[in-house]
């Protein structure tokens, strides 16, 4: 189970790609699964009379009041966390997966048990994953205590997967996943993206290695996405690594940026890619 979190300020624009039909209209049965408050929470996937607008409005109602006293919303407000199961995990229930974002929530001090927390849902649109949605401003006015809550999700989802028995990523090895950076958050605003070239690339990465059986397979299916994959290759021409890209993403010069794999999954660097997909007799 993998939590990727981003940051941004606009809670609409992120709602409005959950609830919608998605790149490849992959999509399916968007609605709420849990939230702050899920009588004050209106649910635009299957509510009548609700819409993204509206549940945005309440999302973003402690932020417009601080707006108000301060002149400007808060920066940086929007907190997104998708969770992801490992494919091979039996596909968990609604209630499941409100338990998951609720523990999840605690967890990274959105919402804790003791004092005010912050307001948020939590999406369902595919079988093995949930979306985290919450602006960052508390009853009060005060943004929440939220350090280092990247790596309290995923210790969270690590108790998760050894409490319900599921897929242990990255058990017996270290790893680490990558987050974006303040100045990646405003790029992907700046283009008009719902999420950084990191994260978007960690989902495909995640999504063709589901599609895999070999790495030629891995490869191949980064490529169907439109992903940019550099190899790096030793003195005898073999390959040792690989870089990848988001298309349109470019920097100063007008070239791709590329991200080492290692950097953005160290599940995935290409010695791991390899034995994950080796023939069981083989790893044996």
């Not at 400007?72 to 974002?101: F, I, K, M, T």
């Not at 950076?181 to 790029?187: G, N, R, S």
């Not at 991200?259 to 953005?264: I, K, M, S, V």
Request: glycine share 8%.
């Amino acid at each position: 189970m993998i939590p990727d979190v981003s940051r941004g300020n606009g809670i609409r624009p992120l709602l409005a790609y959950l609830y919608g039909p998605g790149r490849r209209e992959e999509h399916v049965d968007p609605h709420l699964v849990a939230a702050w408050d899920l009588h004050g929470a209106p649910d635009p996937g299957r509510q009548p009379g609700a819409s993204v607008s509206r549940l945005a409005d309440r999302l973003d109602q402690h932020a417009r009041l601080r707006a108000a006293e301060l002149g400007a919303v808060p920066p940086n407000r929007v907190w997104h966390c998708s969770v992801r199961a490992a494919p091979e995990d039996p596909a968990l229930s609604d209630e499941q997966w409100a338990q998951v974002a609720r523990r999840i929530v605690r967890a990274t001090g959105l919402a804790p048990d003791q004092g005010p927390g912050c307001r948020w849902v939590a999406v369902r649109h595919a079988v093995h994953h949930i979306h985290l949605a919450a602006v960052t401003v508390l009853p009060t006015g005060a943004r929440p205590a939220m350090h280092r809550d990247a790596m309290r999700a995923q210790a969270e989802c690590r108790a998760i997967e050894a409490e319900w028995g599921l897929r242990r990523v990255g058990l017996g090895e270290r790893t680490s996943t990558s987050y974006p950076t303040t100045a990646e958050i405003i790029k992907a605003e700046r283009q008009g993206w719902d999420e950084t070239s990191r994260v978007w690339l960690q989902q495909q990465m995640r999504q063709a290695l589901e599609e895999a059986t070999t790495v030629d397979d891995y490869a191949s299916a980064l490529a169907a996405r439109g992903v940019l994959v550099r190899w790096r290759t030793d003195a005898q021409g073999a390959a040792v690594g690989y870089s990848l890209a988001r298309p349109g993403d470019t920097g100063g010069s007008g070239a791709p940026v590329f991200f080492a794999a290692g950097r953005l999954d160290s599940t995935l660097t290409l010695p791991r890619l390899r034995r994950a997909l080796a023939p069981a007799a083989d790893r044996l």
